[in-house]
């Protein structure tokens, strides 16, 4: 059974800094690309950071580009998401998402192109 689960989240100060972590069992991380999406209260849920199958691609959100940092480790089967300078509207659900069709070199930032999502992890900046 394929399962994603993240972690990481919690409480921060404005400016302060949170690593989020995917983990995956019954799948290869590897083999796919893997997505970060962040949902707050009463709005859709939006694309945060992507990354390739290979690694050699990935996809930025506006809002977060140049604070956020997407990576993955291999030999953990894990996606990470460094999010530093956290800003109050940082603040929402992260999923973490894996697509299971996607080509090698391919970042995707649509949710609908993700086929397995994790069960998410709250992130709360404070001003």
């Known amino acids: 059974q394929v399962q994603l689960v993240e972690s990481g989240g919690g409480l921060v100060q404005a400016g302060d800094s949170l690593r989020l972590s995917c983990a995956a069992s019954g799948l290869t991380f590897s083999h796919y690309a893997v997505g970060w999406f962040r949902q707050a209260p009463g709005k859709e849920r939006e694309f945060v950071a992507s990354?390739?199958?290979?690694?050699?691609?990935?996809r930025y959100a506006d809002s977060v580009k140049g604070r956020f940092t997407i990576s993955r480790d291999n030999a953990k089967n894990t996606v990470s998401l460094q999010m530093n300078s956290l800003k109050p509207e940082d603040t929402a659900v992260y999923y973490c998402?894996?697509?299971?069709?996607?080509?090698?070199?391919?970042?995707?930032?649509?949710?609908?192109?993700?086929?397995?999502w994790g069960q998410g992890t709250q992130v709360t900046v404070s001003s």
């Open positions: 990354i390739s199958a290979s690694s050699s691609s990935t």
């Open positions: 998402a894996a697509d299971l069709d996607s080509r090698w070199y391919a970042a995707p930032s649509t949710p609908g192109q993700y086929d397995t």
